[in-house]
């Protein structure tokens, strides 16, 4: 076994894959924009982000997002997140953008400027950063159509995807976004669902046979089907696990978590961190926790590594650099 060190986790080429810019606001830049604004915290800030399950942790995320009412900030608060991607080690990251949570700015200010933020990153030598927009469950159909109209007429090369998150338990969405979902399909974008968070298995079915998703994110209560498991091995079907996500929600125990079993299953399971900044703290932080906690050294963290390789949404060219990276840092172990 190849012993685990902070500094080996660091250094090992790292892709996040399932992340929401939502929960990329640090407590510091959450307090400076409430100020610049004069809009009164809803807690101190000690408790800033303080919650008790998953409905709760989304109102936070409204209300953090209500702060940026500029197309600058968000740009800023993109270019941010890949000065922490490329700090982590992070080498290519797909990030989540759910506009309904940005009710001070409007989609057509706020994507663009997003991707803005990702492509001067990317000029400066940061992380690559490409854009998934997603749907909230809870939201209109009326909107959601809206959104997915508006990503196919403004394709950009860093725009790679739709979505949809939120919260499962709160919305039959999967039969009133199939079509949104195949129209997007058509347009050349790939799809991911949360899906068997807050959802049992069958959530995860719907995702994969109603909006004809590529891979999942959370997917942890396929654990509970067997068939389901069977289903996801034989076709590759990603899992983009969120392992204190999910006990900080209240969706797993640190004790019961499925993390390990769909791993040792052989599934292509990915680690991500989904909001780092309100859940996680860091990427480094999560692999090191969950190497610790199952004992595992760093071949098991490689693997996980190519599994996000296999799993990402790009270019073969693209793909076979990352796994290039991951190879020349394993033959260096
Ligand atoms: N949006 C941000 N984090 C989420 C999560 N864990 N589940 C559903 N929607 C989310
Ligand atoms: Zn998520």
Redesign the pocket.
């Known amino acids: 076994m190849i012993p685990i060190t902070k500094e080996a986790i660091r250094a090992l080429p790292k892709i996040e894959l399932h992340i ?1 810019l ?2 990329t606001f640090s407590k510091e830049y959450v307090c400076e924009l409430a100020e610049k604004l004069h809009v009164p915290l809803p807690r101190d800030k000690e408790h800033l982000f303080d919650f008790t399950c ?1 409905a709760e942790f ?1 109102e936070m ?1 409204d209300w953090n997002c209500s702060l940026i009412r500029r197309g600058e900030d968000a740009e800023q608060l993109a270019y941010q997140f890949a000065e922490y991607a490329k700090e982590e080690g992070i080498i290519y990251a797909e990030v989540i953008l ?1 506009p309904t949570h940005w009710k001070n700015i409007s989609l057509e200010v706020l994507v663009p400027s997003v991707l803005a933020g990702f492509e001067r990153a990317a000029q400066d030598g940061l992380t690559d950063c490409r854009l998934m927009v997603s749907l909230l469950r809870t939201q209109s159909t009326e909107t959601a159509r809206d959104t997915v109209e508006w990503l196919i007429g403004n394709p950009h090369p860093r725009l790679i995807g739709l979505s949809v ?3 499962e338990e709160a919305a039959e969405s999967n039969e009133r976004f199939s079509p949104l979902f195949a129209k997007a399909k058509e347009s050349g974008l790939h799809l991911t669902a ?1 899906a068997g ?1 807050s959802s049992g298995p069958e959530g995860v079915w719907e995702a994969l046979e109603l909006l004809q998703a590529e891979r999942i994110d959370h997917g942890v209560r396929s654990v509970n089907d067997e068939k389901l498991m069977n289903y996801l091995k034989e076709n590759h079907i990603p899992l983009n696990v ?1 392992f204190t ?1 999910n006990i900080l ?1 209240n969706i797993f125990t640190e004790e019961n978590h499925p993390l390990k079993a769909l791993f040792d299953y052989g599934l292509v399971v990915t680690v991500s961190t ?2 780092p900044q309100i859940l996680v703290d860091t990427m480094c932080y999560e692999l090191e926790h969950i190497a610790s906690l199952y004992g595992w050294g760093m071949e098991e963290l490689i693997r996980l590594q190519y599994h996000a390789a296999e799993a990402v949404f790009c270019s073969e060219e693209k793909k076979e650099l990352l796994r290039g990276k991951i190879r020349e840092f394993e033959s260096n172990c």
Do not use: A, K, T, V
């Open positions: 929401h939502e929960g998953l989304l995320l759910n998150d939120g919260n949360h968070e969120c996500s929600c989904d909001d």
